[in-house]
């Protein structure tokens, strides 16, 4: 699982911890980078607020239904903005 780094998001963005999990998560294609619970500054959700596991973010399975590890119901959702028709 890709464990949170930061606490919020102005750590991130200050640049002071090397975090190359973004350029390891765009190789995979996981389906939780068109997500809209999902928040890639920190690879975490709504659902895994702790961290996303990795077979999420491997793409090796995709997040349809509840999982007994995550909090709430939430589940994927593709981001408003993909789902518009051009």
């Known amino acids: 699982m890709a464990e949170r780094i930061y606490k919020n998001r102005s750590e991130y963005e200050s640049g ?25 500054w920190d690879f975490f959700c709504k659902a895994f607020p702790n961290g996303i596991p990795d077979e999420y ?16 119901d939430t589940v994927y959702a593709e981001a408003a903005h993909l789902s518009k028709s051009l």
């Open 57 to 72: 973010l491997s793409a090796e399975a995709q997040h349809t239904t509840k999982d007994v590890r995550q909090v709430g």
């Open 16 to 40: 002071l911890t090397l975090d190359d999990r973004e350029f390891l998560l765009d190789r995979l294609r996981s389906k939780c980078m068109t997500c809209r619970h999902f928040k890639q």
